[in-house]
């Protein structure tokens, strides 16, 4: 069991620090102080940037280019430029996984934020974007500090696509709508909304289908992921071209694996033609770390290292997480392999960005953002928005006959379970420092007098010893809270699951404690991918079931504030729950979304999955109820085409419009709906909208095309309106990847309402 951390140390301690000076870190370059820039061309902050970088790439010679193409750049003393590092992470806070990032001195800890998938079940657009807000005000305050980078490599916008996958819990879920939604409001919270200057550089990873890391004697650095033109189109790419397109990241990153049998790092098709030209990035992109290597060295993708360092640089790779191109690069560009204007373009992109990070505008206290400093870390407003996460992510998957919420008026409440007193289990995996914990015993204990058993000593639950003191514990106690679940032991990077249902004999503690307990037993599930719990739906003793993610460091407080009704849960599953059999027929390393009833196929995620399920996507309950009504919404769309050339083989046999023909910018519907509170306690609720197509070849499950989230007094009610693009949200894409829109009746479904929306081809409103 994790040793607890008091907060009220490190509290103290922000205290004392706050009338003391932390010495601000000396300029990355163009340091006022030295005579040596202050003449030089690159560091006049009145010049245009890519007059700027123009000039200090001209006065670099090849040998110092080469050596800032990877992760931990070297200094250029002659020009007054400092060293580098990178490689920073934030997924949902800042972290000291990357080498470019440690705490200690100043700087103990930062806020330790739900783990994504936590997050992700807000379906919250604004608490996401104000969680980058508050991480990058910590990152700014530990870089002024000389503790951190500028370049933090997060979010992982990767579609969970297999609930085996070990970092599932990283993503936004199996949804690319959401996910897409989540990475450009992440996104815009850390780099903030001032034009081209940049609070932190973000970055979008990793591109692109990857969600493999170890299974079944396959893994990451060995995969081929074939994907089909129709699933790259509609389900891989999507959240990364939200990213670029609407988030305006500074960077995206190429994953390991192979797609259709080339390296992603290596395709120029995907990063030159795709991320840079189509979707217009305005940044950097870096490799995985070592993938570079790995391409050469495991997948024998080309013949010479020096073919492997050029064919990346080529393909669009500005930046190797690694050694290898500062190793292989010179050689290349001396064998004909490479140009050094190669070379100069990958630079390019990385100095804008630091640019664009103000690392060349001199001293850094003098800046925006250099004000910011240890009293900005864990600060009481962060750690309140921590909770609040907690809460909002949270999500009551049962709950019979109004077990929840407990009677404050409990004596005493059992807690029992392998994850009922843990502390760094709840911040997940690419965390940090947290500021201080608190545990669900130690939450509960808030609320009532506890009783506490562990029941197993780890999440493992190898053995059957402890289950009689819990029996104990729960035949004595007014309520019993099972706390069970999953951890990195289980789930993690380069660690997929090999099964859905809980760990050795946690499913036994569970029924038995339940069989024992006196008073109603509720069963609190801590994971990042589902977990098969049919037992425990279909167990009349068991009162209710929580899922609370990995819920960071106030989890403690957000799950007792829930079980006893302080906060009512609003939160919907990012992803579906699979029954344990589900895997049988589904191998990790088939990538096709759709299901195949040729080879018995089940297809994946609930946009193409029509088997049974423990919990669907989007499922979620609250302590009160909630009635929708559709005030306003169009019955029928004319669609208009482009020009006249487009009109007359637009539609053809497969009764769709491309979307490239379609005149997009007339194709924007709004949808009013009213949402009442018509239940007795106040609370939060996710409108979810989703659409299907016209039957026929369309034919598919239902697609989410948007939520709202709407709090709700008792009694009252609000209108929402959610904005509908044709292009967009009513399109499909076809085997050719091509996005269409199909001609016919369109249905949406809003909660219990269905709306229908029949869309026609316009050939008289042509502009020729």
Request: one cysteine or more; hydrophobic letters at 40%.
């Amino acid at each position: 069991m994790a040793d607890k951390i008091n907060t009220l140390p490190f509290l103290l301690f922000l205290l004392c620090l706050s009338n003391h000076i932390v010495e601000s870190r000396e300029p990355f370059a163009c340091d006022p102080k030295l005579g040596l820039t202050r003449s030089l061309k690159f560091c006049r902050v009145n010049l245009p940037i890519h007059v700027r970088v123009r000039d200090l790439i001209g006065r670099l010679t090849l040998q110092e280019k080469i050596r800032l193409l990877v992760n931990n750049a070297a200094a250029v003393p002659r020009l007054g430029i400092q060293g580098y590092e990178w490689w920073s992470e934030a997924l949902h806070g800042v972290s000291n996984v990357g080498p470019g990032t440690k705490f200690g001195g100043a700087f103990p800890g930062a806020t330790a934020f739900p783990q994504v998938i936590t997050t992700a079940a807000s379906f919250n657009e604004s608490l996401w974007e104000e969680i980058g807000r508050v991480v990058s005000d910590e990152a700014r305050a530990m870089y002024n500090g000389g503790m951190a980078g500028l370049t933090y490599w997060s979010p992982n916008v990767n579609v969970f696509r297999d609930p085996r996958w070990g970092r599932g819990q990283e993503t936004p879920g199996e949804d690319p709508v959401v996910a897409g939604k989540y990475a450009a409001s992440y996104v815009r919270g850390l780099q903030g909304n001032n034009g081209l200057r940049l609070k932190v550089a973000a970055c979008c990873k990793h591109y692109t289908a990857y969600d493999l890391d170890n299974w079944n004697g396959v893994d990451r650095y060995h995969f081929n992921a074939r994907v089909s033109k129709q699933d790259l189109e509609d389900t891989y790419n999507v959240p990364f071209k939200s990213c670029v397109v609407a988030g305006k990241v500074a960077s995206v990153m190429c994953s390991y694996n192979q797609v259709n049998g080339k390296p992603t790092c290596a395709d120029p098709y995907l990063l030159k033609n795709t991320i840079r030209g189509e979707w217009g990035l305005n940044g950097y992109i870096v490799s995985d770390c070592d993938s570079v290597g790995v391409l050469f060295d495991t997948q024998h993708y080309t013949a010479t290292p020096e073919e492997a360092a050029a064919s990346t640089i080529r393909a669009g790779l500005d930046l190797d997480c690694g050694p290898f191109l500062a190793i292989h690069t010179e050689n290349a560009v001396k064998g004909g392999l490479l140009k050094e204007e190669d070379v100069n373009m990958a630079l390019a992109n990385t100095i804008t960005v630091q640019m664009r990070l103000g690392m060349f505008d001199g001293e850094p206290s003098a800046q925006p953002f250099g004000n910011l400093g240890p009293r900005d870390v864990c600060t009481p407003a962060h750690q309140q928005l921590a909770l609040q996460a907690a809460r909002q992510g949270i999500v009551l998957l049962q709950n019979r006959g109004r077990t929840l919420p407990l009677s404050r008026t409990l004596q005493t409440v059992a807690v029992i379970g392998p994850n009922s007193d843990v502390t760094v289990t709840m911040i997940g995996n690419y965390a940090g420092v947290a500021c201080g914990y608190t545990t669900p015993l130690q939450g509960i204990r808030r609320y009532a007098k506890t009783v506490h058993h562990p029941g197993c000593n780890d999440v493992f639950c190898n053995g059957n010893q402890q289950f009689n003191a819990a029996e104990v514990a729960a035949r004595h106690a007014d309520a019993t809270i099972l706390v069970m679940g999953l951890d990195q032991s289980i789930e993690a990077e380069f660690r997929d699951r090999k099964g859905l249902l809980l760990p050795g004999y946690q499913q036994e503690l569970v029924s038995i404690v339940a069989r024992a307990s006196r008073g109603p037993t509720i069963l609190v599930l801590m994971s990042g991918g589902p977990i098969d719990v049919s037992f425990a739906k279909n167990d009349p003793r068991i009162g209710a079931i929580l899922w609370v993610g990995y819920p960071g460091q106030a989890g403690g407080a957000a799950i007792a504030d829930v079980l006893f009704g302080t906060a009512n849960p609003g939160g919907k599953l990012p992803m579906t729950w699979y029954p344990h059999n589900y895997l049988a027929k589904v191998p990790m390393t088939n990538m096709g979304m759709r299901a195949d009833p040729s080879r018995g196929y089940p297809g994946r995620t609930y946009r193409f999955y029509k088997g049974p399920v423990v919990f669907p996507f989007g499922h979620g309950m609250s302590y009160t109820t909630f009635a929708h009504s559709l005030v306003q919404a169009p019955r029928e769309v004319s669609v208009p085409l482009a020009s006249l050339h487009v009109s007359r083989n637009t539609t053809g046999a497969s009764n769709a419009i491309r979307v490239s023909h379609a005149n997009c910018e007339a194709l924007a519907l709004g949808v009013h709906i009213d949402v009442k509170n018509t239940g007795d306690m106040d609370g939060t609720h996710t409108l979810l909208v989703f659409s299907s197509p016209p039957g026929g070849k369309w034919s598919t499950q239902k697609q989410l095309i948007g939520f709202e989230k709407v709090h709700l007094v008792t009694g009252s009610q609000k209108r929402v309106k959610i904005d509908i693009h044709v292009c967009k949200h009513l399109s499909v894409v076809d085997r050719f990847g091509i996005r269409r829109i199909p001609i016919g009746e369109h249905d949406l479904y809003i909660g219990d309402l269905k709306h229908s929306i029949s869309l026609q081809a316009n050939l008289e409103e042509i502009k020729s």
